[in-house]
């Protein structure tokens, strides 16, 4: 103990005015009024570490402002249990035994808290955490199948973590997040078909896509057309006709295909840029085609 400092501190408006101007100041005051107290873990929950005995009111004013506090407080009550877990979830780590509404409380307010919980949390607890954070089943041994879709519906990454998930989990998590097909081994035609209506880039995940999956592909994304082998004139059409930019990743396109194209440019100036290359003989290019190139400049 500083006994000058503390000697320094008489009056309660010293006191006060002390710990405003440094919340550590409270360890050199003797027998702090709950007042004094309070206006400190206001100021810094840490101070909760040199009062002895603070009352549950100076506890749950420390916990409220950082979750974590509660590591310097012996045998919380539930109330301040509570409290610290909807500050931050993760403050369970540092709470024996927590009950079942204080697990709830923590996964809610982050579901990765889940794992700082003993591995027989109840499926509410389990749910409530995957609810929050999709990626928490992570840390759940054999969740059930209703856990494994509430989890791909938060998030449809989380599938990288569910061992052999139904086809109903994989068709939900691509439903969510297109290209986490490259994570699904040998989806099926609905499944390949779901991801691209989503996102036409999908396609660069799927193995030998059929030329169905292919034209559902470029018309969501004619720019998709890069991830298909010798497309079909059917295919570079219906790309160009969804982008005419698509061009761009088309090999030796033909007059047919460079019309379209020009007709469905949004920006003349890139289409241009495209084709320019592009190895095209314009000699053989039909007078209708340029004159409609020079018609979109203007």
């Known amino acids: 103990m500083n006994y000058f400092l503390e000697e320094k501190y008489k009056t309660e408006k010293e006191k006060l005015k002390a710990i405003k101007e ?18 400190a873990v206001k100021e810094n929950g840490l101070a909760i570490q040199y009062i002895k005995n603070p009352s549950e009111k100076i506890q749950l004013e420390a916990v409220e402002g950082n979750g974590e506090i509660i590591k310097y407080i012996k ?9 610290a877990v909807e500050q931050d979830g993760l403050a369970i780590v540092y709470i024996d035994n927590p009950s079942e509404d204080v697990q709830l409380a923590a996964v809610e307010e982050d579901g990765l808290a889940i794992q700082y919980i003993n591995k027989n949390a ?14 928490a089943i992570v840390y759940i041994d054999n969740p059930s199948e209703e856990a494994q879709l509430e989890a791909v519906k938060e998030n449809g990454y989380a599938i990288r973590y569910i061992k052999n998930p139904s086809e109903e989990i994989q068709l939900e998590a691509v439903k969510r997040n297109a290209d986490v097909i490259q994570y699904i081994k040998n989806p099926s035609k ?13 396609i660069q995940y799927i193995k030998n896509p059929s030329k169905k999956v ?9 720019s998709a057309i890069i991830y298909i082998k010798n497309p079909s004139k059917e295919i570079q059409l219906a ?10 990743y088309i090999e030796k396109p033909s007059e047919e295909v460079i019309h379209e194209a020009i007709l469905h440019t949004n920006d003349i100036g890139e ?8 190895d095209i003989d314009w000699d053989k290019i039909s007078d209708e085609t340029k004159l409609l190139l020079e018609i979109k400049e203007f």
């Open 271 to 278: 289409l241009k840029y495209a084709l320019a290359a592009k």
């Open 239 to 248: 790309a160009v006709k969804q982008d005419g930019y698509a061009i761009y």
């Open 190 to 202: 609905e499944m390949q078909l779901t991801a691209v209506k989503k996102d036409g880039y999908a």
């Open 22 to 39: 440094n919340w550590g100041n409270i360890r050199f005051i003797k027998n702090p009024s709950e007042e004094i107290q309070l206006a």
């Open 122 to 135: 109840s499926e509410a607890v389990q749910l409530a955490a995957i609810k929050r954070t999709g990626n």
């Open 75 to 83: 045998n919380p009550s539930e109330d301040v249990q509570l409290a």
């Open 214 to 222: 292919q034209l559902v592909a470029v018309k969501q994304d004619g």
